[in-house]
């Protein structure tokens, strides 16, 4: 997949993921572990390494484009987030035209100290605004446990409207649910949609301090 750039708002920047960043990953995913019931969040160094060093190889694969979510205010790494699961529906991929027609925002998870305080709402809006104004996808999909409530609820409302259900669709990140296949919420926001997201995105970023 293309390698996109760093990309810079007001809150947060997203940046490449690398090695040199776990460390202040395993500090931001040990602030408070409450809210990672649905998701995996290594909490030691061992298993950051190995969950870093996946998603590299995932990159390099064509698979996704991993970031570090880097809070500005005080420049410390607060979580993860991703591009995953590109799909070429019309041929391209080539030299010509390497950019995807559809691709889903995932792997999110943000320190607790960032949720709720915009980051994500912002992160959001960066990813979305490069995925419909510079790759020209019509379509990027967000999906979720069907349990997480809370995921959901931020789902929607960043703008993204319910496609539907998939039973047994990938494999829970649930901890203590390892080898077995959850359902998934599937959400969508379309190109022809885009505009009023990225007009609700705005809003409710207006609305927060920095």
């Not at 997949?1 to 500090?27: D, I, N």
């Not at 990225?198 to 609305?207: I, T, V």
């Amino acid at each position: 997949m293309y390698t996109a750039p760093t990309f810079v708002g007001s809150r947060v920047s997203l940046e490449a993921l690398s090695l040199q960043h776990v460390g202040e990953l395993v500090a931001a995913a040990n602030e408070d572990r409450s809210t990672y019931g649905f998701t995996y969040v290594p909490a030691e160094t061992d298993s950051m390494v190995e969950y870093v060093r996946t998603l590299i190889a995932d990159r390099e694969a064509g698979r996704a484009v991993p970031f570090v979510q880097r809070r500005l205010a005080d420049d410390n790494v607060v979580g993860c987030t991703r591009f995953m699961n590109p799909y070429r529906w019309f041929g391209r991929g080539d030299v010509d035209d390497p950019f995807p027609d559809e691709v889903e925002i995932g792997g999110t998870w943000l320190a607790a100290s960032a949720q709720r305080t915009g980051v994500n709402l912002e992160a959001k809006l960066l990813l979305l605004t490069f995925a419909f104004e510079h790759w020209g996808v019509g379509r990027v999909a967000i999906c979720t446990d069907a349990r997480n409530e809370r995921s959901r609820r931020a789902i929607t409302g960043i703008g993204a409207e319910l496609d539907g259900v998939l039973h047994r669709h990938r494999p829970s990140t649930t901890p203590g649910e390892e080898g077995t296949l959850r359902d998934s919420a599937l959400y969508s926001v379309t190109s022809e949609r885009w505009p009023l997201v990225r007009d609700r995105l705005e809003s409710s970023l207006a609305m927060h301090e920095i």
